[in-house]
Structures are given as structure tokens and as C-alpha cells.
């Protein structure tokens, strides 16, 4: 049900979308550290609204529908803020696109496969591509101006968090070219046939 806390919790991130980027907009120092928790606190939802559903037996439909729409969407917003109002440098731009494409890939393929009833399961390595993901963008979003708001000049954050994207960008590279192959795999295997 629609209703349920784990699909509540779901729903909160793409409630957190417009909120996120009001802030953004604002462009000042206490504006990013809100940007910061409030996307820090949508990307926590990620974790317990999956969690919550398999302890409660609370699966539905609707959840398994919504989940990675939202962390898409929360994510795509992100990225295209971050982006928007030259909060990346020249190279933190790369690493954004590949995750954004990575993105578009998965669902393609994700919206295909389901198609012929076949499911794409998260691996283990997807999980940490999305823990380092969530965190640089959490760090970008609060940027050097709210390290200096919070008299912490001496600490490069939006270095830190363009190095994370970076290592989230090269692992969803990796997990993105698994994806692609089981596809591919599952596309070219005659129907019926036992793919290994």
C-alpha cells in the first residue's frame, strides 16, 4: 500500500526533490548546509525503506516501482544543480556525466528485461557505487562556502566530494558494464533457453 512507512519513506525523497533545490538556488553558505542534510537525510531514506519492507513483509508493486524512480530522480536533481550553478569544476563534470548515463542505461535495461519477466538484481557493488555516490553529492552539495560558514576553511569539501564522484563514476562504469552484459546476454539468449 501506498501508505505503508517504507513506501512513505520512498515517496519523502521525491518530496526532498523541490526542497533540494530551492536551496541550492539560494547560493548561500547556511543554504548549501541545509541543501547538504536535506539531501543526506533523502539518501538515508534509500537504505531503511528497503530494509523496513522485507522486516515488515511490507513488498508491494508500488514500492518496487517507485524506489529507484526516486533515487533517480533525487540523484539526477543533484547532479543537474550541482552542474547548473557551476558548483563542479571543468573535470568534476565527467564523472557526473558517466553516472547520469549509467542511469539511463539501467533503466533501459531494467524497463527491457521486465519486460520478458526477467529481474536485474542489485549487487553487492552497486550498493557501494551508491554509498559513494550519495556521499559526494551530500559533500558537493554543502561545498566550501558551508566548510567556511562552519569556520572549517582549512578543509577542501568540494575536493573531497569531486574525488568520491570520481570513484562512484569508475564504479558505475564497472556496474553499468556488468549490467549491460547480463542484458545482452538475456536479449540474445534464445527464449527458453538456459542462459548461464
Known amino acids: 500500500m501506498l501508505t505503508d512507512l517504507p513506501n512513505l519513506l520512498t515517496l519523502s525523497r521525491i518530496a526532498a526533490i523541490p526542497v533540494l533545490v530551492a536551496l541550492v538556488a539560494v547560493r548561500t553558505p547556511a543554504s548549501d548546509f541545509l541543501a547538504c542534510i536535506v539531501f543526506s537525510a533523502a539518501a538515508i531514506t ?15 508493486d508500488i514500492g518496487r516501482m517507485l524506489d529507484p524512480i526516486a ?11 550541482l552542474a547548473g550553478m557551476n558548483r563542479l569544476s571543468f573535470w ?16 533501459g535495461l531494467r524497463e527491457y528485461l521486465a519486460g520478458i519477466s526477467i529481474g536485474l538484481p542489485v549487487t553487492r557493488l552497486a550498493k557501494w557505487k551508491t554509498g559513494f555516490q550519495m556521499g559526494a553529492l551530500g559533500t ?14 582549512w578543509l577542501p569539501v568540494s575536493g573531497i566530494g569531486e574525488a568520491m564522484l570520481w570513484v562512484a563514476a569508475i564504479l558505475t ?11 545482452v546476454r538475456h536479449a540474445t539468449t534464445p527464449r527458453g533457453a538456459v542462459s548461464k
Open 173 to 183: 562504469l564497472v556496474t553499468g558494464w556488468d549490467y549491460l552484459t547480463a542484458g
Open 46 to 60: 534509500d537504505y531503511f525503506d528497503g530494509k523496513l519492507a522485507r522486516e515488515r513483509r511490507q513488498l508491494s
Open 71 to 81: 533515487d533517480k530522480l533525487l540523484v539526477g536533481a543533484a547532479l543537474m544543480m
Open 92 to 107: 568534476g563534470l565527467y564523472p557526473a556525466i558517466v553516472i547520469m548515463l549509467r542511469e539511463i542505461l539501467v533503466s
Open 140 to 153: 558537493l552539495l554543502a561545498g566550501d562556502t558551508s566548510a567556511a560558514w562552519l569556520h572549517l576553511s
